[in-house]
């Protein structure tokens, strides 16, 4: 009876089985291959590569919107009407296409170390291209949409800026191994040429990008200004309903130096605190008024308009995603809360000692008050008990008729205009938005005795970099959360920075050194075979020089090793131990003489 053995014994390679099945649903043996990757998914490998870099820009874009996520919201709620977190489906989605790709690009990768066919799966295929087909349509829109928004990027830049370079400079560094693994591979001299010459540029501007990275917290402590005032925007609008009593009262237990509001003046003359041209979404008017809903909030009396809720909306649309923090207590006064009037605000702060900024809107042309609406809001702050030079004026209009009239209100503008200017129409206090507040104006205003109001800041990183400019208030939605900043989040000197600047430059050089030499010191010499690999690849549709290079070296590896006919052999892989025996390889005059 003729005793068969195997021709060779294979180690399971369940890593590299999961690898190549779950990248290309290569999930058997027979089905791998070393050749070199097809052209064809060459460029789905570049599809790949540049769905993850754009998503990585999108992802980072929505991070630091967070500070104007309500902003967004209320953008979208002017459109269509009906409040709703429009962050959460975009956040949702953004999150699973970058952890789709990421890990894809990893699988890619692994693939490239160890030699296999780039060969992405079909379904794979459709998922990666939808990814960068929504992921470009979204910024288009968002550009369309909220293309101011786009500044916070080059802002938070200076903030994040130092961070991002030390971490691409460890990504790039530790792609050296994949790259030093294909130059010294690739037997192409071309190849080799243009692939070392794309890496080490790519290296020597991370190298030199800490040049032309500016910071505000790039200095040193003892130029540090002294905290920014906190002012609460709209109350606390996180913690209570915006424009309310309740809401001004949990501003001041967050200790805020400040109330601001948005006034609007009702049809009888009364200015009361409305951010909104209508009043649908912060009251109930769809309820008691209907057919008005739509309606200018400037027309409707002050009887009208105190007989609405204006926090049942809170409880209902949780804009801030707060409501399940707040108490029973809290909500039972939430539920109760009413519009708030100019006249309410100033006794409030003129009780707690605060000051008061507001933005007065001027009515319709056609409505009664068009002509009087700067008088209506004089004649309340004169009528009310606060001091007034804690009362900041904002609106533009009438500015010389006010100042005659009440010469000690803080004249501020929002309007960035030249210190001179500024001097000569009285303004003391300017109010911007923080994408207009670079570091070397708020200097130049600092020092002509011009303060800066910056908002909104809501997020602790935004507070840092604002204090590290010298602005001295911030106007934020969040005084809770900036009230747990007791310091900038980082700060440092320009020789600290050097330092590790660098530091990390010397270390990815040594290791990007060391990683070419030890790659070339491993693949140095003839290069192993596997009578696997050789297999595998001689299935390929089309001659492969590669598959004649292993017969050959392989088999005049075996010679040189000594193998005789009736010693045992062993030929070492890269993948483990592969024995043959000369009982495995016979001729048949040899079988059947054993039988």
């Known amino acids: 009876m003729v005793k068969h053995q195997p021709l060779q014994v294979y180690e399971r390679q369940l890593c590299l089985s999961c690898l190549t099945g779950i990248y290309g649903c290569r999930w058997k043996r027979y089905q791998r291959s070393h050749d070199d990757s097809s052209k064809w998914e060459c460029s789905w490998f570049f599809l790949l590569c540049c769905s993850f870099l754009l998503l990585l820009v999108w992802s980072y874009f929505w991070l630091e919107a967070r500070n104007d996520y309500n902003e967004f919201n209320w953008l979208l709620y002017n459109r269509s009407a009906v409040w709703k977190d429009g962050t959460v489906p975009i956040l949702a989605t953004t999150l699973t296409g970058f952890t789709y790709t990421a890990f894809l690009m990893i699988l890619a990768l692994c693939h490239i170390v160890l030699g296999q066919q780039l060969n992405l799966y079909w379904i794979h295929k459709i998922v990666v291209l939808a990814i960068l087909l929504t992921t470009i349509t979204g910024v288009v829109s968002i550009d369309d949409f909220w293309q101011d928004e786009w500044d916070i990027v080059i802002i938070s830049l ?102 601001e509001a948005d006034v609007t003046i009702s049809l009888d003359g009364v200015p009361f605190l409305m951010r909104d041209r209508t009043l649908r979404r912060t009251t109930n008017v769809d309820k008691l008024f209907p057919a008005r809903q739509d309606h200018d909030a400037s027309f409707f009396n002050w009887t009208e308009i105190r007989s609405l809720n204006a926090g049942l ?128 104006d708020i200097r130049q205003f600092s020092g002509s005795n011009v303060s800066v109001n910056v908002y909104p800041v809501n997020e602790p990183w935004l507070y840092s970099l604002m204090w590290c400019s010298g602005v001295q208030s911030v106007s934020s939605d969040a005084p809770h959360i900036l009230k747990k900043v007791p310091n900038p989040v ?106």
């Not at 409501?323 to 708030?340: H, L, W």
């Not at 320009?494 to 693949?523: N, P």
């Not at 075979?529 to 292993?550: G, W």
Request: aromatic share 8%; net charge positive.
């Open 158 to 259: 200076q903030f994040t800026g130092p961070f991002l370079h030390i971490g691409a400079l460890a990504v790039v560094t530790a792609l050296g191994w994949v790259i030093a693994g294909q130059v010294v591979r690739v037997e192409r001299s071309r190849l080799q040429v243009v692939m070392l010459v794309i890496y080490v540029s790519l290296l020597l501007v991370l190298y030199l990008v800490p040049l032309f990275i500016s910071s505000p917290c790039i200095t040193d402590r003892s130029k540090l200004g002294p905290r920014p005032a906190v002012i609460g925007r709209r109350g606390a609008p996180m913690l209570a309903p915006e424009h309310t009593i309740m809401s001004f009262s949990k501003a001041l237990q967050q200790k805020v130096t400040a109330l």
């Open 313 to 440: 909306w809170f409880l209902r649309d949780d804009p801030y995603w707060t409501v399940q923090y707040m108490s029973e207590k809290d909500r039972n006064r939430t539920a109760n809360q009413t519009v708030c009037s100019l006249a309410e605000l100033l006794r409030l702060a003129a009780r707690t000692n605060r000051s008061v900024i507001f933005s007065l809107r001027r009515p319709p042309a056609q409505h009664p008050r068009h002509q009087l609406w700067v008088s209506d809001a004089l004649k309340v702050i004169q009528r009310s008990s606060i001091l007034p030079e804690q009362v900041m004026w904002t609106p533009d209009w009438y500015r010389k008729k006010v100042r005659a009239a009440v010469p000690l209100l803080q004249q501020t503008s929002d309007e960035k205009l030249p210190v001179a200017e500024l001097k000569e129409r009285g303004i003391s206090t300017l109010t911007l938005h923080y994408s207009q507040a670079r570091a070397q």
């Open 490 to 595: 980082w700060i440092m000197s320009a020789d600290e920075y050097g330092l590790i600047w660098i530091t990390s430059d010397l270390i990815s050089v040594a290791i990007v050194m060391g990683i070419f030499i030890f790659q070339k010191w491993k693949m140095s010499g003839m290069r192993s075979y596997n009578p696997e690999q050789v297999m595998l690849s001689a299935v390929v549709r089309r001659p492969s020089r590669d598959v004649n290079l292993m017969k050959e070296k392989l088999i005049f590896s075996e010679i040189n090793n000594g193998v005789g006919s009736t010693d045992e052999f062993s030929v070492f892989t890269g993948n483990g131990l592969d024995t043959y025996s000369c009982d495995d390889i016979m001729t048949p005059a040899r079988q059947a003489t054993k039988l």
